[in-house]
């Protein structure tokens, strides 16, 4: 029970800093923060995401291309150039290394605009701090498991950002329904969209790319905008456009 309950606790929190403060907030600015609560999700992120921490520099620069370049072979995470998901991930992630290291020219215009922190960044990047996180999470499955498959279950542990990226990119490019005409190939993944906490209504958010909402359809559950309808409301976050309305959809 102890392992089941970490696993999900894990994957979860590091799925909600994922969209909720890389992807919303770092690479759309839906909202914004006083640099008090700024401070807090960074740490935050890094603590949740631990040996797969994601830098908000980087993961905003590879966003931003992202929707510039949907689906064209400049597309840092387009499906349709990779002959599997792990093949893709590998390649996202030498590119996530070059745009880190100011080695990505095409990255250079899509730079400003998001959280910085560099010790905690650089931190989170070092070898120590990766090889720590992941030592932490077998120690606690030296302790608790009760099983030895559960041990599968590390590696998730170990490249849990990229695995919510793959599933988001790889799912949310291939397969399901368009509300929208993008000139595209992203896709309402909704079945699956329990895995990624609104990420997989990628048709509809490349539609709306300031649309903090990722449903529009009355049966389109967010579960992070929920949240942050939260912390609007309680004055932690300010959504900057309430409302932004659904227009030309698919037929």
Same mark, same amino acid.
């Given at each position: 029970m102890a392992i089941l309950f970490f696993f999900?606790?894990?994957?979860?929190?590091?799925?909600?800093?994922?969209?909720?403060?890389?992807? !919303?907030y770092a690479a759309h600015k839906m909202f914004t923060m006083n640099k008090?609560?700024? !401070?807090?999700?960074?740490?935050?992120?890094?603590?949740?995401?631990?040996s797969s921490f994601l830098s908000p520099r980087a993961y905003a620069l590879l966003h931003r291309m992202h929707h510039a370049y949907s689906d064209t072979e400049l597309d840092p995470h387009s499906p349709l150039y990779s002959s599997n998901a792990f093949t893709m991930m590998w390649k996202t992630k030498n590119i996530?290394?070059?745009v880190l290291n100011n080695r990505y020219e095409l990255a250079q215009r899509f730079e400003g605009d998001y959280p910085e922190w560099r010790a905690v960044e650089?931190?989170?990047d070092k070898w120590y701090s990766r090889i720590g996180w992941g030592a932490l999470y077998v120690l606690f499955y030296v302790q608790f498991a009760t099983a030895w498959w559960q041990f599968l279950l590390l590696p998730i542990h170990f490249l849990m950002g990229p695995i919510h990226g793959a599933i988001v990119n790889w799912?949310? %490019?291939?397969?399901?329904?368009?509300?929208?005409?993008?000139?595209?190939?992203?896709?309402?993944?909704?079945?699956?969209?329990?895995?990624?906490?609104?990420?997989?209504?990628?048709?509809?958010? %490349?539609?709306?790319?300031? !649309?903090?909402?990722?449903?529009?359809?009355k049966w389109e559950l967010d579960p992070t905008y929920?949240?942050?309808?939260?912390?609007?409301?309680?004055?932690?976050v300010k959504v900057k456009r309430k409302w932004q309305q659904p227009v030309h959809m698919a037929a």
């Open positions: 999900v606790a894990h994957y979860y929190l590091s799925l909600f800093t994922q969209t909720f403060y890389l992807h !919303r008090f609560w700024e !401070r807090f999700f960074f740490l935050f992120t890094y603590i949740c995401q631990g996530y290394n070059d650089n931190l989170g799912g949310g %490019h291939k397969y399901g329904y368009q509300n929208f005409d993008n000139h595209d190939h992203s896709k309402n993944t909704l079945p699956f969209d329990f895995l990624a906490f609104g990420e997989l209504f990628q048709n509809n958010h %490349h539609k709306l790319p300031m !649309r903090v909402n990722f449903g529009v359809k929920m949240f942050i309808w939260s912390l609007d409301k309680i004055g932690v």
